[in-house]
């Protein structure tokens, strides 16, 4: 079986890198030339490339896709080629994806927070403008003119809405389900309900910029205070997969020997599974809700 996998991993492995290379080739004329367009227009195309921009990835959806399955390809054929089961190649090129799509959650959630540690700033520069004597939605295109990135990007979309003849609730609305963040929604609801039962709104959103720049600092220290266990889970959930590789490389078989067989193969099911729960359940009493 082995001496059969070989050539397919190798054909796999070149592919996947002439694949990196041409997206990575690919990527910046796309981008000098104001993004690809020509892409599907499927929902789930665009939410894919626009988590693989958040995700700063020097590729476009396409090439993202392309070498997450080469990737996972290859992952599923060096587990089986590991273990001598076919079946096992499911758990590795499962755990290929699982990867991307972490990835891509992680890449979310860092985009969030740092549009959210800004929002104290588009607070109070919303709050002096309108205090100046200029209506929301000229404050908003303002803010999205002088605000930095990448909260300009998102500021900017929602004045261009406002500029096609969208309603502020519904662009402000779509600016809160694009960005689910506590403080952004805080934001939010202040605007509209100000709008709606009136009341200094420039004084108001003065007052809203203080207590995010508190909640900011708080969320902070929280999470240098549980770094620590996050990392924690990591590395342990790691250790026993780089123990695994340092036996199998003193020991070509092991592995094989060990988790080929039917009860050796249930244990490894159930304890890839305990790993995977206790770093989910690290994770969530480690997480920092502000």
């Known amino acids: 079986m082995s001496a059969a996998l070989a050539p397919a991993l190798a054909a796999l492995a070149a592919l996947s890198a002439v694949t990196g290379v041409r997206a990575l ?29 958040r995700a700063g990835l020097p590729v476009g ?60 700033g588009v607070a109070q520069h919303l709050s002096g403008a309108l205090g100046a004597g200029l209506s929301l939605r000229q404050a908003l295109a303002r803010a999205a003119a002088d605000a930095p990135e990448p909260v300009a990007g998102e500021l900017g979309r929602v004045a261009r809405e406002l500029a096609l003849g969208a309603r502020v609730e519904e662009a402000l609305e779509g600016l809160q389900a694009r960005l689910p963040d506590p403080d952004l929604r805080v934001m939010v609801t202040a605007i509209l309900v100000q709008r709606r039962a009136g009341g200094d709104l420039a004084r108001a959103l003065g007052d809203l910029a203080g207590r995010l720049e508190e909640r900011g600092r708080l969320a902070r220290e929280l999470r240098g205070t549980t770094a620590q266990a996050r990392a924690t889970a990591w590395m342990v959930a790691g250790l026993p997969v780089a123990g695994a590789v340092l036996v199998e490389i003193a020991s070509p078989g092991t592995l094989a020997r060990t988790l080929g067989q039917g009860p050796g193969l249930a244990v490894l099911l159930a304890a890839l599974a305990l790993q995977g729960l206790g770093v989910a359940l690290v994770a969530r009493i480690a997480r920092v809700v502000p």
């Open 25 to 53: 080739a690919v990527r910046p004329r796309a981008a000098r030339a104001g993004g690809d367009r020509r892409g599907p227009r499927h929902p789930a195309w665009r939410r894919l490339a626009r988590r693989v921009e």
């Open 61 to 120: 959806p396409g090439g993202f896709a392309a070498l997450t399955a080469a990737a996972a390809l290859v992952a599923g054929g060096l587990a089986a080629l590991a273990l001598r089961r076919p079946e096992v190649a499911v758990i590795g090129a499962g755990a290929v994806l699982a990867g991307a799509r972490a990835l891509l959650r992680s890449a979310d959630r860092r985009y969030v927070e740092r549009v959210a540690a800004q929002l104290p």
